[in-house]
């Protein structure tokens, strides 16, 4: 027997003949024995006792087949409409919506014995996605003219399908019938391919059926269909939970009905034409455009194709690209591999990747709020923020994040927790930034917004009191720090804060200096002549005060040939700049008045002055880098 085949033989057994000598079993009707090769024509069983028992089998067969007929059609008129009344209907339009209502059933008395031999090919159908990727494999039985029923579900994504015959045929399904509100479609081979198998017919509620399942060699078995609710092409039935494997139904020697396992439950049996007189109504690509093309599904596909040729950035850009388009699969029908949870999966390896090899920017550039809505995913959104963050600040990435839990609020709710020590995150690490960069204005600013926006948040607030100690405004700083309560878990943060705050009281009456612990760089912000700030450098290292050539002429000092020229050693090599004398320097509310000072542009910062040992003389300086605080005590 082919291996692309199952026959089903159902008459009855075949009459051995055993050799005399060699005692072997041989077929009957053989002539020779098949071992030794001796004759066996008086090895063979008188034929006429045979025939005589089958005539008398087939006449009382024929007597109960024809009183269970007049019964059946008996009971039929009595109690069940005719399935002469149950319209096959034309094919549907997409649009159109069919009203399902149940066909007649008769249980089941006796199966009607098939009386020839049945042979039902075996093919293997292969579905491609648009990358040439099989996506799904599935056995199916052939029946005549080349047909096959296929779940709808097994078909999705598939832009080449193909029907394989044993090893070395195959054939490509290029049409069928399908409505789209159908579970199931009939599709077929090309007019030149031939196959044969069984006559398709319709189903008919008053006739036994058999049912045989494709990894079974066996004979069929009754099989009850109940149930069937009209759906155009197919009518879908229940079975009992045995007749759980991809099988085929039969009656009368044809096929009539399909089950496909646990995939698809029930029996989906046909409701339309005899196979003969069928004909292809829908292409495969037109499926495959109604159902998957130009969807969200589809993009993802395409993504998932970009192999390891591609960059990173490449394969994140089509996936971010995908929620730019609508779903047409429903959450049971899309397969594993395109569901959203696992496509971001996915995304997020591919954005640590970017972000590690110093592409953030180019991350951030790939995601607007419309992507990170569609993704519904919160973790995707706080590593995206972080990027924009990273690349163009933390405002502009707490304002992304905002936007999108906003439109999200619903399905974000229960990460209210997550949510909250994420934007805590975002708004000290702004705040920590700002500081650290010397701008205590915008520091300030950064504060405020997320103390309006995180009320509750302790860490928020306690670098406010950080704040208040860099500007040495000890008693806004003790206020603020005693607005709260603090958990155990923050007592040693919280007496820090308390001893520097004892400190600044101490220091009263000294000039408080404070800048980013462990750094060379000092910054303070200096009145000249009682009319402009001016922002300083500390230098120790420099002899004189020096200020920027747009100040000076801002002061009305005049700078010219007249002015006493100095000689400057400067990183770019000896220089000459004039010197000029400013009224006075006042810092922390202590002037010192008649300063001298040269007139020295800073390269890369015009707009800075150095604060030199002229000025630094006339204060004791108390240094403490650890804390980041330069004390200056006047004499």
């Not at 009957?28 to 006792?49: D, I, K, V």
Request: charged share 25%; aromatic share 8%.
């Amino acid at each position: 027997m082919d291996e692309n085949d199952l026959e089903i033989i159902t008459s009855e057994d075949e009459i051995p003949v055993v050799c005399r000598k060699c005692q072997t079993s041989n077929p009957e009707g053989s002539n020779f024995c098949l071992n030794c090769g001796l004759s066996l024509l008086r090895a063979r069983p008188n034929r006429a006792n045979w025939i005589w028992l089958t005539v008398c089998v087939l006449i009382f067969a024929g007597m109960m087949v024809y009183f269970y007929q007049r019964l059946s059609k008996y009971e039929s008129k009595k109690n069940i409409p005719q399935i002469s009344q149950l319209s096959v209907p034309a094919p549907l339009k997409k649009s159109t919506v069919t009203v399902q209502k149940k066909a007649p059933v008769k249980k089941i008395q006796k199966i009607q014995p098939v009386s020839k031999k049945i042979k039902i090919p075996l093919g293997l159908v292969v579905i491609k996605d648009i990358s040439g990727r099989v996506i799904n494999e599935m056995p199916v039985p052939v029946v005549g003219g080349g047909w096959v029923a296929l779940p709808k579900h097994f078909c999705l994504g598939g832009a080449e399908w193909i029907l394989k015959m044993g090893s070395d045929t195959e054939a490509g399904i290029v049409a069928g019938l399908y409505n789209d509100y159908e579970r199931v479609g009939l599709w077929r081979v090309p007019d030149d391919v031939t196959i044969e198998g069984p006559q398709l017919s319709p189903w008919t509620a008053e006739q036994p059926a058999t049912w045989l399942s494709l990894r079974s060699t066996g004979s069929p078995e009754p099989v009850e269909i109940t149930n069937p609710r009209e759906q155009g092409y197919f009518m879908e039935a229940r079975l009992p939970p045995d007749f759980d494997q991809i099988g085929v139904i039969l009656q009368n020697d044809h096929a009539v009905g399909w089950t496909f396992g646990d995939d698809t439950a029930g029996a989906y049996v046909w409701n339309g034409d005899e196979g003969s007189y069928l004909s292809p109504e829908i292409r495969v690509d037109d499926f495959y455009r109604i159902t998957f093309a130009n969807s969200r599904e589809e993009e993802f596909t395409k993504a998932l194709a970009m192999g390891e040729d591609y960059l990173e950035l490449e394969r994140l850009e089509a996936f971010a690209n995908g929620f730019r388009f609508e779903t047409k699969l429903s959450a049971k029908e899309t397969p594993a591999n395109l569901q959203k949870e696992n496509v971001i999966k996915i995304m997020q390896t591919l954005i640590g990747a970017a972000v590690k090899a110093g592409s953030a920017r180019a991350v951030a550039n790939l995601f607007d709020t419309q992507v990170l809505v569609e993704a519904g995913d919160l973790v995707l959104l706080m590593e995206v923020s972080r990027a924009t963050a990273q690349s163009y600040g933390f405002e502009d990435g707490i304002e992304l994040a905002e936007n999108v839990v906003e439109q999200l609020a619903p399905i974000m709710r229960q990460d209210s927790v997550l949510l909250s020590q994420f934007f805590s995150e975002l708004y000290q690490n702004w705040i920590v930034g700002l500081y650290n960069k010397g701008s205590f204005q915008g520091a300030w600013r950064a504060y405020r917004i997320g103390s309006r926006q995180l009320p509750d948040d302790l860490g928020i607030h306690l670098l406010g009191v950080q704040l208040a100690l860099a500007e040495t405004n000890w008693a806004e700083a003790e206020e603020l720090l005693a607005e709260k309560e603090y958990p155990d878990s923050m007592r040693d943060k919280v007496q820090s804060l308390r001893n520097q705050i004892s400190e600044l009281k101490a220091q009263e009456g000294k000039i408080i200096i404070s800048f980013s612990p462990g750094s060379r760089h000092i910054p303070v912000s200096a009145i000249l002549n009682r009319d402009t700030d001016l922002n300083f450098i500390v230098d120790t290292g420099a002899s004189m005060v020096t200020i920027p050539r747009s100040t000076a002429e801002y002061l009305g000092l005049a700078v010219d040939d007249r002015n006493p020229m100095r000689r400057v050693s400067t990183a770019g090599g000896i220089r000459y700049a004039p010197e000029v004398t400013l009224s006075s320097i006042s810092i922390g509310g202590w002037e010192v008045s008649d300063v001298k000072a040269l007139v020295l542009d800073i390269p890369d910062q015009p707009d800075i002055g150095l604060l030199g040992l002229n000025y630094l003389q006339n204060f004791r300086m108390d240094m403490n880098t650890e804390q980041g605080v330069l004390l200056l005590e006047p004499r």
